[in-house]
């Protein structure tokens, strides 16, 4: 008699698209080099991946404000609203098991479409709670992984501008309780050919680096 396990569900992949430059951008090719990582640690399992352009959020409106600004009160929203809306992006972040962000760095710091998903994600009394010690996030902690490409360089010998988009974005995201950031970049693009192919040898390297060292962990438990 032969047995078999049965299948675990697809790894739910949620990934945040920030860049204008649709399949032209740098950050969303890098994230396609994460996702076959995530593809293979996967193996028979598989992943199921959801795509959201960022481009295509509104910012926050007045009737989200009040309800921050004052969380006794009731309001009634509309289901275009953005308090609406933020509670549809909340949810798809909580059913995701990984969080893939591709983002550009725009003058040293995420982007504005970003910064949109951040301020309507990262709301209190529903993803963190104010305490007497700090902000206390109250998602469940799952693995992000940040896909960046900047004109300049940000890493290593060569780093000639500030980089505030890694620690800004650390900080904010273990406000709501996701703690396991991983990023990855692909430097250097504004500085023509020989540059860019630099940084993408660099970033794809760094990937398939770590990812190749998670299997080897997986391979010796």
Request: proline share 5%.
């Amino acid at each position: 008699m032969t047995s078999s396990r049965p299948l675990r569900a697809p790894l739910r992949v949620l990934r945040l698209v920030a860049s204008p430059n649709a399949n032209h951008s740098e950050s969303l090719k890098l994230s396609q080099q994460i996702l076959f990582g995530l593809a293979t640690e996967a193996g028979r399992r598989g992943i199921q991946l959801t795509d959201l352009d960022l481009n295509a959020l509104a910012p926050v409106d007045a009737s989200y404000a009040q309800a921050l600004a004052n969380q006794r009160i009731v309001t009634v929203s509309g289901r275009d609203s953005t308090l609406s809306r933020s509670n549809e992006l909340i949810d798809q972040l909580q059913a995701c098991d990984v969080l893939l962000i591709a983002t550009p760095m725009h003058n040293y710091s995420v982007p504005a479409p970003l910064k949109m998903w951040i301020d309507q994600v990262v709301r209190v009394g529903k993803t963190f709670v104010g305490t007497a010690k700090g902000k206390v996030g109250k998602l469940t902690d799952r693995p992000v992984y940040v896909a960046i490409a900047s004109g300049g360089h940000i890493s290593g010998p060569q780093a000639r501008q500030p980089d505030f988009l890694r620690p800004y974005l650390s900080a904010v995201l273990a406000t709501i309780g996701l703690t396991q950031v991983h990023y990855f970049s692909v430097e250097g693009t504004a500085k023509g050919g020989e540059s860019l192919s630099t940084g993408r040898a660099t970033g794809y390297g760094d990937v398939q680096a770590f990812f190749g060292r998670q299997s080897c962990r997986v391979g010796q438990v």
